[in-house]
């Protein structure tokens, strides 16, 4: 068996090509390592341009060689010095001194790896409150990113304001993630108009509705989900509807052995353990007092624990949002997040129980969401507490009077019947006022916020004028 290159080894042949002026052909680096064996230094560039730690530039004797772009040394969070580097999508993520020793790691050949299985420890050893995956500077950094303005407002006050993009951003970065080729644009058609994208397998359009379906229920309850076995549970059936090749599994926990493509990493095969360690991961989230702590175990023990046929990393990150919604925190969609740095951090967890580099991940997909939400934010202006409040009656009576293609006279009848039913006294007349006004501002291009559909608006103005 080949003998395992030391890491320092390797590290001095990337020092040797970063310290010249261009692209360093072998000759150049051979200079600077007079005491390496030529055959030997061909072996370490080969082994060096497999990890992408180097890129080759020509061929045969033109073949020159440098380090791929860097950034120099970055200040992130409590992420230490460390570099950036360019996914293929030309996305850049900082990255900490551990997570890049992460990386290294587990992009080695998959024949250099040790398998390893199920490390029960990992998460037996975490104590909530006293063991930190993020630091308090970082937790700190990171609620002051994402904090809420103004007056203390109920839970999932901050979600709502921001539905729609969040329900697309979410919807297409998490289905992105899973290889899923739709664009924004057609998600958003998908979402908004039930559009299908022409060339499309249907699974792909699946996957983004189920989504939507699994914010809503996250959304349309959020004072009562939380970090409990019926909001994963359910999660996991919306997420994995119509997508796993046994229905029954839909919602339920694994019973039979699975693998994880790509990693040497092999889950849990005993169902009477899955069922434990499951029980186990929303019982220790829910005693975490910080939302950002509480937010992090879970992306990082739900997919480890594979507890599910299929759809565990979905989970996991509609999952992660639980808290910052009922914390009124800025949501979490993994914007621009590339491909390649999500899957090396879980790798991560999976083979090495190491969180740094999905950490780094956790923390710049953070900031990114905030940076996005809050431009979507400043383009709405302030909520109207009554709206929130009452949300979905209204909702509900939009939809009535179109779908059911009332005239004026009818309207103002079954607005007023409903704010007799629902609404106390003092809200009857802000509620009669607040649907009038919405009536009179309805046009083809916001009636999909109340589900109603061109054929019914076209109908019902026919009616109203």
């Known amino acids: 068996m080949a003998r395992q290159v030391p890491e320092e080894e390797l590290e001095a042949v990337v020092r040797a090509v970063a310290t010249s002026e261009s692209a360093a052909s072998m000759d150049d680096i051979a200079a600077s390592l007079r005491d390496l064996p030529r055959r030997t230094l061909q072996r370490r560039v080969a082994a060096l341009l497999e990890q992408r730690r180097l890129v080759q530039e020509g061929r045969a004797r033109a073949s020159r060689y440098r380090v791929p772009e860097r950034k120099g040394k970055v200040i992130h969070g409590d992420v230490t010095e460390g570099v950036a580097f360019r996914d293929e999508g030309g996305a850049q993520l900082p990255v900490s001194e551990e997570g890049r020793t ?67 951003y979410l919807s297409w970065n998490s289905s992105r993630l899973e290889g899923n080729t739709y664009s924004l644009p057609e998600t958003e058609r998908l979402l908004e108009w039930g559009e299908v994208a022409e060339g499309k397998k249907a699974e792909e359009a ?68 899955i069922e434990e360690c499951f029980d186990q991961i929303p019982e220790t989230a829910t005693v975490i007092a910080d939302p950002f702590e509480q ?16 759809v565990n990393k979905r989970v996991s990150r509609l999952t992660a949002n639980i808290s910052l919604i009922r914390h009124n925190l800025s949501p979490l969609s993994f914007v621009d997040v590339p491909v390649q740095a999500y899957v090396d951090g879980l790798l991560g967890v999976y083979e090495l129980n190491r969180v740094e580099l999905l950490r ?89 916020r109340y589900k109603i559909r061109p054929p ?4 019902w103005r026919k009616t109203w004028t």
């Open 360 to 448: 780094d991940v956790f923390v710049w997909a953070y900031e990114r969401s905030c940076a996005r939400y809050a431009a979507v934010r400043h383009s709405l202006g302030e909520p109207d507490q009554f709206r929130l409040r009452h949300r979905i009656v209204i909702a509900e009576t939009m939809t009535a009077i179109v779908v059911q293609g009332m005239d004026k006279r009818q309207a103002i009848a079954h607005i007023r019947n409903v704010a007799d039913e629902k609404l106390d006294k003092a809200a009857k007349m802000r509620f009669v006022e607040v649907v009038e006004t919405e009536l009179m501002s309805l046009h083809e291009g916001n009636m999909a």
């Open 295 to 310: 937010t992090f175990f879970v992306t990082v023990h739900i997919p480890y624990l594979q507890a599910f046929e299929d």
């Open 102 to 168: 992460i990386r290294q790691l587990i992009r080695r050949p998959i024949q250099n790896r040790q398998p390893v299985g199920y490390n029960r420890q990992f998460l037996d050893q975490y104590r909530p409150n006293h063991s930190f995956y993020l630091s308090a500077a970082l937790r700190q950094r990171l609620f002051e990113l994402g904090r809420p303005t103004g007056e203390r407002q109920v839970v999932g006050t901050y979600a709502r304001h921001i539905w729609n993009r969040l329900l697309i």
């Open 456 to 459: 019914q608006y076209a109908h």
């Open 206 to 273: 699946q996957m983004i509705l189920n989504h939507k379906a699994a914010i809503e229920l996250l959304m349309g309850q959020a004072e009562d989900t939380g970090f409990n076995r019926y909001t994963v549970l359910n999660l996991h059936a919306l997420l994995a509807d119509n997508l796993l090749g046994d229905p029954q599994a839909v919602g339920r926990l694994r019973e039979i052995p699975v693998n994880v493509g790509g990693t040497v990493y092999h889950p849990l095969d005993v169902p009477q353990l």
